[in-house]
């Protein structure tokens, strides 16, 4: 009931979404997401709130809640992200956080990212190669910011026609398989290369599947951005 369908259309990329929930104990996790369209462009957030059941699932509420009124009223991604702190400030109590990474497409093909701690986007080039958009420094996840430091510096990426930037949560990158390897997310772009976004995020989907050979431990939600040139 949280998690929305996503536009297919964010500004000039096409959007996709999978949510695998990890059945194996039959625990809510606290995986979220959001796509919020504006003229030219759409702010996005992937994030994992820290610890299951009903206590993540009011946690997620709490920042989708709070991340659909800033993205539409704050100027930036620092103003978005400051008025999701706040919301969690009033929410949460000890040491919980929930890890995000913050996205703005922008009408001159840039993406501008901030990142609480999350895993770091895949970001796929229409050749096929890939890399992983690490932030310049680490900062602590959302609700934590009383450890400093004061926050991370947003980072911009170019895409090109053909371009695709892969957010995710640890569930994706930490899954493993029964001898133990965990999940190759990087080796696994070419089953991207699907014409149908929504396809392609099926393909790595059931491969994910294949390489657990079994049910999921955590939630794995993934989100697909595709430049359409």
Do not use: W
């Not at 992937?46 to 009124?69: C, H, I, M, S, Y």
């Not at 093909?109 to 609480?116: Q, S």
């Amino acid at each position: 009931m949280l998690l929305r369908p996503v536009p297919r259309r964010a500004g000039h990329l096409r959007a996709a979404v999978s949510y695998t929930s990890a059945v194996a104990e039959a625990r809510i996790g606290g995986d979220l997401y959001e796509v919020v369209t504006a003229p030219g462009g759409a702010r996005v957030i992937v994030g994992d709130v820290q610890g299951k059941g009903l206590e993540a699932v009011e946690t997620a509420a709490v920042v989708l809640g709070a991340f659909r009124e800033a993205a539409h009223d704050e100027a930036d991604l620092a103003g978005v992200s400051s008025r999701l702190e706040k919301a969690l400030n009033r929410h949460l109590s000890g040491e919980e956080f929930v890890t995000a990474v913050l996205a703005e497409i922008n009408p001159d093909r840039t993406v501008t990212l901030l990142n609480y701690g999350h895993p770091a986007p895949l970001l796929v080039r229409a050749d096929g190669s890939a890399l992983f958009v690490e932030p310049a420094e680490p900062v602590p996840p959302l609700g934590l910011a009383s450890l400093g430091p004061e926050g991370p510096v947003s980072h911009r990426v170019t895409l090109a026609p053909g371009d695709q930037m892969l957010l995710y949560t640890d569930g994706v990158t930490e899954a493993r398989d029964r001898r133990g390897a965990f999940y190759p997310l990087a080796d696994r772009v070419s089953l991207l290369r699907e014409d149908d976004p929504e396809a392609a995020l099926e393909a790595l989907r059931r491969d994910l599947v294949t390489h657990v050979d079994g049910p999921l431990h955590d939630d794995a939600a993934m989100l697909l951005l595709r430049y359409l040139g």
